[in-house]
């Protein structure tokens, strides 16, 4: 072998995909500006150290489990409810994921609680942290089939991991007592230390009907971001308008 393929052999050992794609370019470049051996292999590191983290970046989307992709930069501020305006700009720093508190979004459907949550959460993974998008559903099924398998301790120790936790859509669906007692027992875990969002279409004077426990309760929205997303529906608007263009 000459020494361009030991080269891209050692890299190919070595899992440097990028130093084998780019070693002509970047041995090229060094000829033309005569750079010294300490600035060729400073390239070739830079460009592979890059390529690396941004393929985390998007590992960390894909292992977060977002039915889709929505960002921040999506929504249109000026169409949502007041405390989305004022909230929004804050949240989007991050900085209540590294203070770990949480975010509760409440009000009816279609007000865009989903897509904040989700573009929170892509921009969390963007930043380095790692997320977990489950419903209130899902992860309810999971905590009993983990029950009944005596697998709750492996499910529990993961679920505490997270930076931050998703829970989208509680109370869209009712559960019984014991389900309840399972779901805020696990969310509990994460109390003051990790940050969860919690989008919900019950009211705060409803939360008594599925959170029996007042202390957890509290637990839940102590410090927590309260984003009151009652207003009109984004789908019911694009229904009016789209019937709209079809009448002219």
């Known amino acids: 072998m000459n020494d361009k393929e030991l080269i891209l052999h050692y890299a190919r050992d070595l899992k440097l995909g990028i130093v084998r794609d780019i070693i002509d370019d970047v041995v090229s470049d060094a000829v033309q500006n005569q750079w010294d051996y300490w600035r060729f292999l400073c390239e070739l ?4 150290a890059e390529h690396r983290a941004e393929a985390r970046k998007y590992q960390r989307i894909r292992k977060a489990g977002f039915p889709q992709m929505k960002y921040l930069q999506e929504l249109v501020l000026e169409d949502m409810p007041e405390d989305a305006r004022r909230l929004i700009p804050e949240l989007g720093t991050l900085d209540f994921v590294k203070e770990g508190r949480n975010i509760v979004m409440y009000g009816n459907p279609g007000t865009g609680k989903t897509h904040t949550a989700i573009g929170l959460g892509i921009k969390a993974c963007m930043e380095g942290h790692s997320v977990y998008f489950t419903t209130v559903p899902h992860l309810l099924t999971q905590i009993r089939e983990a029950k009944n398998s005596r697998t709750l301790q492996l499910l529990e120790a993961r679920f505490k991991k997270f930076d931050l936790v998703i829970c989208d859509e509680m109370g869209y669906v009712s559960f019984d007592k ?42 839940l929205v102590d410090r927590a971001f309260l984003m009151n997303m009652t207003g009109q529906s984004f789908r019911v608007r694009e229904t009016k308008l789209l019937a709209g263009k079809l009448v002219k």
Not at 45 to 48: A, K, V
Not at 180 to 200: N, Q
């Open 45 to 48: 590191l830079r460009q592979e």
């Open 178 to 219: 014991e389900g309840a007692e399972l779901l805020f027992s696990h969310l509990s875990l994460r109390a003051g230390l990790r940050s969860i969002i919690i989008t919900t279409n019950l009211p705060f004077t409803r939360w008594e009907e599925i959170i029996k426990d007042k202390v957890l309760c509290s637990a």
